[in-house]
């Protein structure tokens, strides 16, 4: 009967299940946080190459490289 008191002492006592959870959750939160500043810093650059095309529209260079390019593909 001691040793089945000891072991549910030493169960009540154990904190390695909590820390492992507050560790994942800790994950989790780094990695929606990295994903959203990934995506919104990929919207900027997306937005900025736009507005360069919008600029540059009809000024660049062709593909034979003449004069009068534009940014469709």
């Known amino acids: 009967m001691k040793k089945l008191m000891t072991m549910t002492r030493q169960f009540r006592d154990d904190e390695n299940g909590a820390a492992m959870v507050e560790y994942s959750i800790l994950v989790g939160i780094i990695a929606a946080a990295s994903l959203l500043a990934i995506l919104a810093i990929g919207g900027w650059v997306g937005d900025q190459f736009t507005g360069l095309c919008a ?3 009809t000024k660049g260079v062709t593909a034979g490289g ?6 469709t593909p």
């Open 55 to 57: 600029n540059l529209n």
């Open 66 to 71: 003449g004069a009068g390019g534009d940014c």
